[in-house]
Nanobody
Framework: QVQLVESGGGSVQTGGSLKLSCTASTYTGPYCMGWFRQSPGKEREGVAL???????SYADSVKGRFTISKDNNKNTLFLQMDSLKPEDTAMYYC???????????????????????WGQGTQVTVSS
């Protein structure tokens, strides 16, 4: 069982930045980890993920603006969010899974990540 706790959400204006953190209850080195988001009335969507060898992948909607990283020594996952837009407003969730196969494609990798453990979420609000 892996427990995940997110932090760092808040309210910013368009063009601003936020950095989300997700602290795990165990050593994060071997795990696939990532971020999802969900806004009211919409399905939860994958944002970014990072696998055990450090390879990363992003949804097209955030590519070039968001950066996912992981500090295994601190058991912490990060999401640096720059150039934020109102459409980025959502509850952001951290997730971890035993393994994701990036070579199977991002959609499959996000599906694999969904089968793992989840944090409680942190709210991000971007105003215009």
């Amino acid at each position: 069982q892996v427990q995940l706790v997110e932090s760092g959400g808040g309210s910013v204006q368009t063009g601003g930045s936020l950095k989300l953190s997700c602290t795990a209850s165990t050593y994060t080195g071997p795990y696939c980890m990532g971020w999802f988001r969900q806004s009211p009335g919409k399905e939860r969507e994958g944002v970014a993920l990072i696998v055990s060898d450090g390879s990363t992948s992003y949804a097209d909607s955030v590519k070039g603006r968001f950066t996912i990283s992981k500090d295994n020594n601190k058991n912490t996952l990060f999401l640096q969010m720059d150039s934020l837009k109102p459409e980025d407003t959502a509850m952001y969730y951290c997730a971890a899974a035993i393994k994701c196969h990036l070579d199977y494609g991002l959609i499959t990798s996000f599906q694999e990540l969904k089968t793992g453990w989840w944090g409680q979420g942190t709210q991000v609000t971007v105003s215009s």
